[in-house]
């Protein structure tokens, strides 16, 4: 199973629902969280745009962002979203 990335920051509660509901995918996705105000590069890049979902294309390739989840999927259309991106 792919390991997902998931930038947020703290506090932010679209970053925590998604978060949380990628947690209760049966079975779970393995998830990475990257706070972007640790990094200014990311801050940078990400600003308020968070939160950002990303896979990595390969051991040493690039990271592919995902396009922004609707925070009204949840469980079983969660799972087919992230199918339907690719990720297995």
Do not use: H, N
């Not at 390991?3 to 703290?10: D, P």
């Not at 079975?27 to 972007?36: E, R």
């Not at 051991?59 to 949840?74: H, M, Q, T, Y």
């Amino acid at each position: 199973m792919q390991e997902l990335l998931l930038f947020t920051r703290q506090g932010c509660c679209l970053c925590e629902g998604l978060e949380e509901k990628l947690g209760a995918l049966d079975p779970p996705q393995p998830l990475q969280l990257i706070d972007v105000d640790t990094d200014p590069a990311l801050q940078g890049r990400y600003g308020l745009a968070v939160p950002v979902l990303a896979v990595a294309a390969g051991a040493d390739g690039p990271l592919r962002e995902l396009p922004r989840v609707s925070p009204r999927l949840a469980g079983a259309q969660l799972q087919a979203w992230l199918i339907k991106q690719g990720v297995r």
